[in-house]
Structure formats: structure tokens, C-alpha cells
């Protein structure tokens, strides 16, 4: 066990807070005024600057912590003005004078920013201080933010306006495009002065009252003002849907408890970061749809919130539900080459930044991406097997078939049975379109890029199974037809993968075809999420996950992205060699799916401990690639790590869900089963598991023969519980598969009645 001071915290030079599509960075005194710190909203920074002064000078820092996801104190001594009895230059006083004046600052996020700060005067006689704000709003993309250079900018004009103890700043950004502005509203009981960027408050303080300022920053975004959902009465303005979504959220997830503390603390957190991260767009289950991570990437990426809501289903299905919603609405329709998109394809990434209003990014709607497309079908046949909802599935037939038909249509660029990738885009579109979107992400063994079009191996895999489910999602629902042409494509496309990407001297299969249609012959973790899509054959498994497992993949933390005996490895690298929790545990789901149960307790193990090393339990976006071992006690992690990331936190689930081999089938009302707990997970119990419209309670017990007893502690609806054990490696069938099995029975059986 680490101990709590020894965590390492991504980002330690900042403090933030977030909610939707707001967050505060400040350095770790609570300041905003260099490099990324400012109130940002929809990845434009609405406040650039923010600092008290007390006299003039900047009061002493004592304390600045988050005290949840959306809120942060800070606390800030001053000395007693000269002049005031008990001040320093009076020559008495001491420490009663020196540490005199106490700032409480709290911040609340959401929608836009509200602060309150409580002054308070522990000396023995009244106080006349003068508190003052330096004030700036730059209007700066976030990316030109991290990157350090503007590539739009206009003038920003002020405006002061108070009357009777309140007072307005506005900065407006006379940019023709982009009507933004801030308005800094303050309330207090002193006298409120304005000027180029400074607003002051004269206070007269009685000794141990506080007196309390209000300052509220709403965003004018496009010139609609975007409210603080606290107001400068201190308290919450209204119920708003935040706090609606979360309390759904929270009363309708999935409860964990087990006696091994780092599995329970990281199922919490997860679970909490689920519930922080929803953008709250809409008003249905499309709320849900979460961010892709803080601070950098706090807008749609449908890859990541498809990824994201699926590993995270077992938790609460309400967020699956809602990103197949919102992905469904972003469909594209139409050929459109500057953002990628053609009819049928789902969006990459949607934003509203400065860059992407203006066009000088593709980024406002953009399908540069082959991973989307695949996972929302994967999640949409997920959804029905959870929720057992034909109507949904109907509601959204229409969009799965446009996106099964820019599979075959689009996706197959040449008619190879292959699905290759090029961007249309040009220099702003995305080189790498599987779920490594580096430029450099899919090398040569040698380390030369790899030019495009590219047919990489995961995106083989994920139309596999994308093909494979909607085949049995459409026969569940009495489209035998459609469901039968679906899995006789998918069977075709694993026997041509099987036959074209297999290595028989690196046991192994490639990283890519180039566009010569050769294999690139490295060794990568691309190929182990083959495995969970169940593309592999099962004569060419148990190669597959030894090499996985072998010292130069697997770090002991995680699986690598890049074999580390690669010339371009590099442990801190995007895509050249760190360990991503998510994509390793999507190999864990493989693993175990083949019947590699020791393997992925081994994995599963690591990355269980690895939450151990962060603050808060919490995964970051990507480990560090060194090895596990006395040189290396710590990964360290990719030095841009998102923290919290969404599909990071839904890696957590997904462990726990591989571990049981829990396969919801709510057609069937059946929860399929196949337990096998590790020596180090003695005990595990799951409260509120949804199977269509009922509810199912299961613990679990590792027994003195290793084996896993389950007992159903309660169930409504009528659901049955049904245990299906996975056989020995590469002989067995998981509960997954037998999952399939019954739903295809069950369809003929009822079609043939």
C-alpha cells in the first residue's frame, strides 16, 4: 500500500474544478494570471486573469484545496494596515496585528463561476482595509493556450457601471465573428471603485464579524450570458439539472463492497469521476454524455464517450443510453472532405472554441475517426442487451444502418474486405483514425511512419464485433435476415484477418497493412484488443496472449502501447510505449474471454495497484511505460495526462464486470455469470444490477479451493441468474459467448414456433 502522502498527483501546479462545460485552473495558491490558468467555457477562456491584493500588496497564502469536483476553498492572511492600533509600524500588536485580517476564498463552477470571500478581522479594534482585484479576459482558445500562440485575436474594450453596493465589470471581445464577452459582478458592503481592469472595495471591519463579497463571472458566450448556477446570495440560485442528473446518477448505480480497500477505492472513485464528468447537453439521457477528460479535453469526443459509457455500463447504463443519443444526433449526412465526414459516419469531436467557430480548425463537427463508428453499434446491440428495449433499437435503426453501410461503403476504401483510413482533410485533419490518433503512433519495426491509407489491426477487430452484435441485435428482434448477412460478413472478415495479419514467426498479428497492403510487422498493443473483440482464432490465442504478457508488453502496471524493444520506444510517449488503463483493460476483457484467467488476474492486479500510486485512487490518462520493478516504483505517467478521464474511470468497471463475467440478457431476463475471483480479491459483492427492468444483487466468495461461490442476494423482475464458467485457456467459452449462443436459440426457436 502506498501511503497517502506519497501519491502522486497529476498536474500538482494547478488547482481545478469542472462541471459541464466550465472549469477553473488556478495555480495552487487559488491565483489565475500565467500559462493555463483562467475560467474557461466551451475550451475558451473567459477570465485570464484574477488576484487580490489587500493594501496593494498580495495577502500571505496559508492554504488553496478542491473540496470537490465543482468547488475549491482557499484561505489568505494580511497584516493590519499602518496606522491601525496593534499594526507592525505601531510597534505593538505582534502576531495578533501581523495575521490580522483573514481571506476565506470559495469558488463554486457551473455554468459560470461564483466566489464568495469572507473577510474577517481578528484584531482588537476596528479596520479600514482596501481590497482590490487585477482583472483580465483574453478570449483564448485553449489550444492556443497550451501551445502558447494566438491565431485570432481582437481588441477587448471595458466597461464599468455600479450603484448602491454592487458594481459591474464587462470585458467585451470586439472580435466580428465572435460576440464574447465576461462580466464580473461583485457585491459588497463597502465602496465599490472600477477602473482599467481593477476593481477595489474600501471595508470598514469590526473586530470578528465577517463581511462577505460576492463575485460572480458569467461568460457572454456569443453574447448570451451564461449564469452561475450559485448567485451572489451565497446559496445555490435553483434546483438546476446538474443536481437532478446527479442524483439519478448516484441513486441508480451499481454499489461495490469488498474487504480489499484499493479495489473498493478505486470502484468509488470511478464511479464518482463517472458521475462529474457529463456534459449536461440536452435535457434526456443525452445529459450524460461525458467529457472526454479534464482539463484538456472537456468537450464531445464520441470515440472516448462511446468507450467510455460501454466499459462503464455495468455502473449505470444510464450514460450508455445517453452518448448513443447524442453520437445518433451527430451523424453525419453528408460528404463533407474538410471535416472528414461522410453519410453515415460517427463524429469524432464536436467544439465551440474560438478555432472551431472560426474555421480554422476542423473541429466544430469532425469524423476523422474509425473508432466511433464501430463502438456505436457495439454500444447500441450493449444497450438492448442490457435494457431489453426493442423500441430503442428501433428508434435507432435508421442510424445503425447508415453506419453499417459507411462500414462497407466508405470505410472499405478500395474493396479489399479491409478497412483502411485516410484523411480528407489535409493538414488539419487527423493522420491516425484507429484509436491511436497520434501522427507517429503506427510505425515500422525499423521506425519509419507508416504512410497512408493504413488498415490497422483494432479497427478490424472492432467492426468484427460491431458486425457480429447488430447481426444478433437484428435477429433478436425479428430481422433474421439482415441479422444472418451480418454475422456470415463478420465470420468472412475474421477468416480473411486471421489469414492476412497473423505473423507465424512473431506469433503475432501485425500492427497494420500499408498501403501496399503488406503487414507492418510491430509489436504494439493493438493486437490484444483483437482478443476482446473476439476476432481471433482460437488456434492462434495462446500465442497471441503469451506475447502480450512477455516483459516487453506487459510493464507489470499495464500493457504498453508499444513493445519497449521497439527503437522508437519511449515510456512517456502518447502512443510509443506509455500504458493506458483503458485499452488495457479492454485486453483483460480478452484475455479472459479466451480463457486466460491467470493472465488477467495479473493485469488486472497491476492496474488495480496502480491506482494506488495516484491521488485520490484516481487512474490518470496514461501510465508511464518503465518497467515494474526496484529501479522503477513508480510508472510516472504521459506528461499531458488528462485526470480525470472518462474512459480511464470506466476502465475500473470493466475490470470488476471481466472478473464476474457478468453478461446482462434481458431478452432472456437472464444475468449470465462466470465468476473467478483472484487470491487477492477474496470477496466481492454488487448491489442494483440492471437487466431490462429489474434489479439483481450478487456476492461473491473465493473459497479455501479457489474456487468463486456466488449467491443471489435479491433480484426483481423476474431476472434469473445463470453461471456458465469459463474452461481452461483457449478450450472454454466465456460468459459472453454463451450469451450469443442463447440469443440466437432463443430468436430461431421463436421464429420456427
Known amino acids: 500500500m502506498i501511503m497517502d502522502l506519497n501519491r502522486f498527483k497529476t498536474h500538482p501546479e494547478f488547482l481545478i474544478i469542472y462541471r459541464g462545460h466550465s472549469s477553473l485552473v488556478t495555480d495552487i495558491r487559488g491565483s489565475i494570471g500565467q500559462g493555463l490558468e483562467g475560467l474557461y467555457f466551451r475550451k475558451t477562456r473567459f477570465l485570464s486573469k484574477m488576484r487580490c491584493n489587500v493594501e496593494g500588496k498580495e495577502p500571505k497564502f496559508i492554504s488553496a484545496n478542491g473540496t470537490d469536483s465543482y468547488s475549491m476553498i482557499g484561505y489568505y492572511f494580511s497584516a493590519l494596515p499602518s496606522g491601525t492600533p496593534e499594526s507592525p509600524k505601531s510597534g505593538s500588536g505582534g502576531e495578533i496585528a501581523e495575521r490580522a485580517i483573514e481571506l ?18 481578528h484584531a482588537l479594534s476596528p479596520a479600514h482595509i482596501r481590497l482590490s482585484w487585477e482583472l483580465a479576459a483574453d478570449f483564448a482558445d485553449q489550444s492556443e493556450v497550451e501551445g502558447g500562440k494566438r491565431q485570432q485575436q481582437a481588441p477587448v474594450e471595458q466597461d464599468w457601471t455600479h450603484h448602491e453596493g454592487r458594481g459591474t465589470l464587462t470585458f467585451r471581445y470586439r472580435h466580428p465573428d465572435l460576440p464574447h464577452g465576461t462580466q464580473l459582478r461583485f457585491t459588497a458592503p463597502g465602496a465599490l471603485e472600477g477602473s482599467e481592469g481593477i476593481v477595489s472595495i474600501l471595508l470598514v471591519l469590526e473586530p470578528q464579524r465577517p463581511v462577505r463579497i460576492g463575485i460572480d463571472v458569467v461568460p457572454l458566450f456569443l453574447g448570451e450570458a451564461v449564469e452561475p448556477v450559485y448567485g451572489c446570495d451565497g446559496v445555490r440560485a435553483r434546483t438546476t439539472k446538474f443536481d437532478r442528473a446527479r442524483e439519478r446518477w448516484d441513486a441508480e448505480r451499481v454499489r461495490l463492497v469488498t474487504s480489499n480497500r484499493t479495489v473498493q477505492e478505486a470502484w468509488e472513485r470511478a464511479a464518482d469521476d463517472l458521475g462529474s464528468l457529463p456534459l449536461f447537453d440536452g435535457d434526456g439521457p443525452e445529459m450524460y454524455t461525458p467529457a472526454a477528460g479534464i482539463p484538456i479535453y472537456q468537450a464531445l469526443f464520441g470515440r472516448d464517450a462511446l468507450i467510455a459509457a460501454w466499459q462503464a455500463s455495468l455502473l449505470n447504463p444510464l450514460m450508455l443510453r445517453g452518448v448513443l443519443e447524442t453520437t445518433a444526433k451527430w451523424q453525419a449526412d453528408a460528404d463533407d472532405p474538410q471535416h472528414d465526414a461522410q453519410p453515415g459516419k460517427i463524429i469524432h469531436q464536436h467544439q465551440e472554441s474560438p478555432l472551431s467557430l472560426l474555421g480554422k480548425n476542423p473541429f466544430r463537427a469532425y469524423y476523422g475517426d474509425y473508432v466511433a463508428p464501430g463502438m456505436f453499434l457495439v454500444a447500441l446491440a450493449t444497450d438492448f442487451a442490457i435494457t431489453g428495449e426493442r423500441d430503442f433499437v428501433r428508434h435507432m435503426q435508421d442510424k445503425a444502418l447508415k453506419t453499417l453501410a459507411w462500414i462497407d461503403r466508405y470505410g472499405d476504401r478500395d474493396g479489399d474486405g479491409f478497412y483502411e483510413y485516410e484523411t480528407l482533410a489535409g493538414d488539419q485533419g487527423i493522420k491516425n483514425q484507429g484509436w491511436k490518433d497520434s501522427a507517429q503512433a503506427i510505425l515500422y519495426p525499423d521506425g519509419r511512419i507508416v504512410e497512408n491509407p493504413l488498415a490497422v489491426a483494432d479497427v478490424q477487430g472492432l467492426f468484427y464485433a460491431a458486425k457480429h452484435l447488430m447481426g444478433l441485435t437484428f435477429l433478436a428482434i425479428g430481422e433474421d435476415r439482415r441479422g444472418s448477412e451480418l454475422l456470415q460478413q463478420a465470420e468472412a472478415l475474421k477468416e480473411r484477418f486471421n489469414r492476412v495479419f497473423w505473423m507465424p514467426e512473431e506469433r503475432f498479428f501485425a500492427l497494420a497493412l500499408d498501403r501496399d497492403k503488406k503487414p507492418v510487422k510491430t509489436i504494439a498493443a493493438d493486437a490484444g484488443h483483437c482478443l476482446a473483440h473476439g476476432i481471433v482464432a482460437s488456434d492462434k490465442a495462446a500465442a497471441l496472449a503469451e506475447r502480450l504478457m512477455a516483459p516487453d508488453m506487459f510493464s507489470g502496471w499495464g500493457i504498453r502501447t508499444l513493445s519497449s524493444a521497439h527503437p522508437a520506444y519511449n515510456p512517456f510517449a502518447y502512443h510509443l510505449g506509455s500504458v493506458w488503463p483503458w485499452p488495457t483493460a479492454l485486453i483483460g476483457f480478452g484475455l479472459r474471454r479466451y480463457g486466460f484467467g491467470e493472465a488477467f488476474h495479473r493485469l488486472a492486479k497491476g492496474l488495480f495497484e496502480a491506482s494506488e500510486l495516484f491521488a485520490w485512487n484516481r487512474l490518470p490518462e496514461a501510465l508511464g511505460g518503465q518497467a515494474r520493478d526496484a529501479q522503477h516504483p513508480h510508472p510516472g505517467l504521459y506528461p499531458s495526462s488528462n485526470s480525470p ?21 434481458a431478452p432472456l431476463n437472464t444475468l449470465l455469470i462466470a465468476p473467478d475471483l483472484p487470491e487477492w480479491l477474496p470477496d466481492l459483492t454488487l448491489e442494483g444490477i440492471r437487466v431490462g427492468g429489474g434489479r439483481v444483487s450478487l456476492g461473491f466468495l473465493r473459497n479455501s479451493s479457489g474456487r468463486t461461490e456466488h449467491e443471489v442476494l435479491s433480484a426483481t423482475g423476474g431476472i434469473a441468474v445463470e453461471r456458465r464458467d469459463i474452461g481452461e485457456a483457449g478450450q472454454g467459452e466465456d460468459a459472453l459467448a454463451a450469451a450469443v449462443r442463447s440469443l440466437i436459440i432463443a430468436r430461431f426457436r421463436k421464429s420456427t414456433a
Do not use: E, K, Y
Open 104 to 121: 476565506q476564498v470559495n469558488r463554486f463552477i457551473g455554468g459560470g463561476l461564483h466566489q464568495d470571500v469572507l473577510v474577517t478581522n
Open 645 to 665: 478521464q472518462a474512459w480511464s474511470a470506466s476502465a475500473v468497471i470493466s475490470l470488476v464486470q471481466t472478473m464476474l463475467g457478468l453478461a446482462p440478457l
